[in-house]
């Protein structure tokens, strides 16, 4: 059924740039708005952008300007692109959707910013 997988996290120093994916399968992608959550280290999950079917999108003040969320339907993939990564970055990812009042949520992937 639904499957969310993200990848592209790593590690990274404070200012580069990496750029996340999350392969979706079991449902109609195009027509589903997607979401992007992550989890700093002894902290609770945070939402962090979505995008929306058509497109539009939204972001949480503190990645403005820095993160971009997008979406490739013919191949079922959304991405983060990441740049001017701070040490605040510091997160597990995970890639979210909701269908018939339920949420969906990918494994995760780490991503550390440290000098």
């Known amino acids: ?31 589903y708005g997607m979401n992007w959550y992550r989890r700093p280290p002894g902290k609770e999950r945070e939402f962090v952008a979505y995008i929306r079917r058509g497109g539009g999108t939204k972001y949480i003040d503190s990645v403005k300007g820095r993160f971009t969320i997008s979406r490739d339907n013919a191949k079922n993939t959304m991405y983060l692109e990441m740049n001017s990564l701070k040490a605040e970055d510091t997160a597990v990812y995970y890639c979210n959707m909701n269908l018939d009042y339920t949420d969906y949520w990918g494994e995760g992937t780490l991503v550390t910013v440290s000098s």
């Open 1 to 31: 059924q639904v499957q969310l997988v993200e990848s592209g996290g790593g590690s990274v120093q404070p200012g580069g740039s990496l750029r996340l994916s999350c392969v979706a399968s079991g449902f109609d992608f195009s027509e």
